[in-house]
């Protein structure tokens, strides 16, 4: 299982963008990467996947780089509402192989 | 379509009890997984179930069990309960390679 580094805790302000990066040395061929968002005493919420290159939904853009060691969720704008935990998850994704690790996440604070 | 549903969502129950957690998936989804997470482990692997078979099994002793029923919906056991299982237990449903969590059952054991 690919393990995650990421940054224990970001600030930011209303408005900005905000770039989270997570490391993944040891990626399999057959890893995704997933971005998870938590509130308090709440399950995670999905927020974007993607195997390589850029992918971009409503809320969120991934960049990944062609060695997939790395990847970068980009939330635009962001509001005092995305203050969370948010997670980069490595792993198979197929049926029976999802014993997905989680690492500490990235505590992201949003001020006014 | 409606999301992951978990039953109870609070439950309180002494030591050496056991428990059982619900867990409805998304509709059409027939890959259910099971996480523990608390404050001093953060989220933990517990199992997986795809068409009724357990798939998959994180390091949890045998106390902690589950099963899956022809309709996807998933139940997980936990029996002679410890002061250590008092958690937030969450259930997954997945959709070929995406995984949807649900509101998970927050756990209290006395």
């Known amino acids: 299982l690919a393990k995650t580094t990421q940054p224990i805790s970001m600030d930011s302000y209303e408005g900005q963008e905000v770039n989270i990066t997570c490391s993944h040395n040891?990626?399999?061929?057959?890893?995704?990467i997933t971005w998870y968002q938590q509130f308090p005493s709440q399950g995670p919420r999905f927020i974007i996947q993607?195997?390589?290159t850029k992918v971009t939904n409503e809320v969120a853009s991934l960049f990944i780089p062609a060695d997939r060691k790395s990847s970068t969720l980009s939330l635009p704008r962001v509001s005092l509402s995305d203050t969370a935990v948010y997670y980069c998850?490595?792993?198979?994704?197929?049926?029976?192989?999802?014993?997905?690790?989680f690492g500490s996440g990235t505590r992201l604070q949003v001020q006014p | 379509k409606a999301g992951v549903t978990q039953t109870p969502r609070y439950l309180i129950k002494t030591r050496g009890q056991q428990v059982t957690l619900s867990c409805s998936p998304i509709s059409g989804h027939r890959s259910v997984s099971w996480y523990q997470q608390t404050p001093g482990q953060g989220l933990q692997f517990l199992f997986e179930?795809?068409?009724?078979?357990?798939?998959n099994k994180g390091n949890f002793p045998g106390r902690f069990s589950g099963r899956q029923f022809s309709n996807s919906r998933s139940e997980m056991n936990v029996s002679t309960l410890e002061l250590g299982d008092s958690a937030l237990y969450l259930c997954a449903s997945s959709w070929e390679e995406t995984q949807y969590f649900g509101p998970g059952t927050r756990l209290l054991v006395l």
């Open positions: 179930y795809f068409s009724e078979t357990q798939r």
């Open positions: 993607g195997y390589k």
């Open positions: 040891n990626i399999a061929t057959n890893d995704y």
């Open positions: 998850l490595v792993g198979d994704m197929k049926p029976g192989r999802r014993a997905l690790t």
